[in-house]
């Protein structure tokens, strides 16, 4: 068994066809079939059945590709571990983390970094797909979802829950600084879905206060929701900093801002985790800087 097999046969699961698997390799289709037969063979184990026109996983297959994933990141890190040791530097980290924070902070962070410091590569997913992706060659994550007790973990960020209210909305009186919880239920919500932390947060809310809101559509794509907003149909309610015709208010639920934390979690034994630790200290530090530095007076909050 080799390294290149192995992603040769992680290809397959991920594409469905050995034909799109070749193409994404750069190999003929015939040679990346021999690749998997050989695997099998090595393992004396069936990986896939065909279903249609897709190859599909079996029992066996499942199992061996969480492996597999395991296996690549490893060698890859062993990989990155010896050109730090040999040029004394790290050169680069991959960071997994959602669309909305890649947008929210993430790029203006990178953006004060320096060639002294690794270039961070961001990949993305939604929020309960991001811890895996430390099996698959990431080699940190940005979550807003506790992470599991067995990962080096920093508390980087209270991340505002903001509702984006379009210019002209009846809340944005003079002086208006936030708006609570109850008064929004006066109007048609735009909210993320409820397989967002954000969304979790809104719901938790309230169900505490015991609200009913209006929710006249959802959507997981923060820029989506802040557009609708700013066309319109409805206060949106998000994490991402606003952009258009919206002004963002801090939402209030009693005598606390809605919010979520924001992680950054590493495997403890990353070669690159003193590294990592720096970072995470001054993603910390950067977030701080960016956010409010004073709560809003009663009398400005509708």
Not at 91 to 98: F, H, K
Not at 124 to 150: F, K, N, V
Not at 190 to 216: G, Y
Not at 243 to 252: E, K, M, S
Request: proline share 5%; net charge negative.
């Amino acid at each position: 068994m080799n390294i290149r097999r192995l992603e040769y046969f992680l290809s397959v699961v991920d594409t469905g066809t050995v034909t799109h698997a070749a193409a994404q390799m750069h190999i003929a289709q015939p040679a990346m079939s021999r690749q998997i037969r050989t695997l099998e063979r090595e393992l004396k184990l069936n990986l896939f059945v065909t279903e249609g026109n897709r190859l599909v996983l079996t029992a066996a297959g499942r199992q061996f590709s969480t492996m597999a994933r395991e296996v690549i990141a490893t060698v890859r890190g062993t990989e990155h571990a010896a050109a730090s040791l040999r040029t004394g530097r790290v050169e680069s980290l991959t960071v997994a983390t959602t669309v909305a924070s890649a947008r929210g902070f993430l790029a203006d962070f990178i953006a004060t970094t320096t060639t002294e410091d690794p270039a961070l590569i961001v990949r993305t997913a939604d929020h309960y797909a991001i811890e895996p992706m430390l099996d698959s060659g990431a080699d940190l994550i940005i979550s807003p979802a506790p992470t599991s007790r067995h990962l080096r973990s920093v508390d980087i960020a209270d991340l505002q829950v903001f509702a984006y209210v379009p210019d002209g909305h009846e809340l944005l009186d003079a002086g208006t600084e936030a708006v609570r919880l109850d008064r929004l239920c006066d109007f048609s919500l735009i909210v993320p879905s409820a397989s967002s932390v954000s969304r979790r947060q809104f719901d938790a809310a309230i169900v505490e206060l015991e609200l009913e809101p209006h929710i006249r559509a959802e959507s997981d794509d923060g820029a989506s929701v802040i557009g609708l907003s700013s066309s319109g149909h409805g206060i949106g309610i998000g994490t991402e900093p606003p952009r258009g015709a919206v002004t963002a208010l801090p939402i209030f639920v009693g005598d606390r801002r809605l919010s979520l934390r924001l992680f950054a979690a590493w495997r403890p034994e990353h070669f690159a985790s003193a590294a990592i630790l720096d970072l995470a200290h001054r993603a910390e530090d950067f977030l701080a800087q960016r956010a409010p530095s004073a709560e809003p007076a009663t009398d400005s909050m509708p």
